[in-house]
């Protein structure tokens, strides 16, 4: 079990690294990319998915390195935590990823700016380490056990 511990932090940070780069190309596009004479950054829905994007992306990653932190490698017991930020970021990263496609509209379904390959990878976050139905399935059992967080 402490591997698969270690294995799901991890995979949580890869989710972080997947939704940074996304953030960072489509704050980028949005700046550049000029729609009606402004650029794209300028409109509400363009601002929401930065900033939605940025601050999920803030939590997932203070959650990361809160568990990570409190991690004990020489012995197991992390599980809710350790499977609640893979849930947690591997869907982070999907919706960001997801978020960013939307932002560039066509470019951000062909290769060029890479944000299809982003999505693409963090699609495998929600199978690997473990698939999210089995993560609800671990903490729920492991939370009931519990009488207060």
């Not at 949580?12 to 489509?26: C, D, F, K, P, T």
């Not at 509400?44 to 900033?51: F, P, T, V």
């Not at 982003?118 to 690997?128: C, H, T, V, Y």
């Amino acid at each position: 079990m402490r591997n698969l511990e270690i294995e799901r932090v991890t995979l949580a940070a890869m989710s972080l690294g997947i939704a940074r780069r996304s953030i960072e190309v489509m704050n980028a596009y949005a700046k550049d990319r000029v729609a009606f004479g402004k650029p794209l950054n300028y409109y509400g829905q363009i601002q929401a998915n930065i900033a939605k994007s940025y601050a999920e992306y803030m939590a997932g990653r203070a959650y990361t390195y809160n568990t990570a932190r409190l991690m004990k490698l020489d012995a197991v017991g992390n599980r809710v935590d350790t499977d609640g930020v893979k849930l947690y970021c591997g869907d982070m990263a999907k919706t960001v990823a997801d978020r960013a496609i939307q932002t560039l509209g066509g470019y951000g379904y062909v290769g060029e700016y890479n944000v299809e390959r982003l999505w693409r990878d963090s699609k495998l976050l929600e199978i690997g380490g473990g698939t999210n139905e089995s993560h609800h399935k671990n903490m729920s059992r492991d939370l009931m056990r519990v009488s207060a967080l």
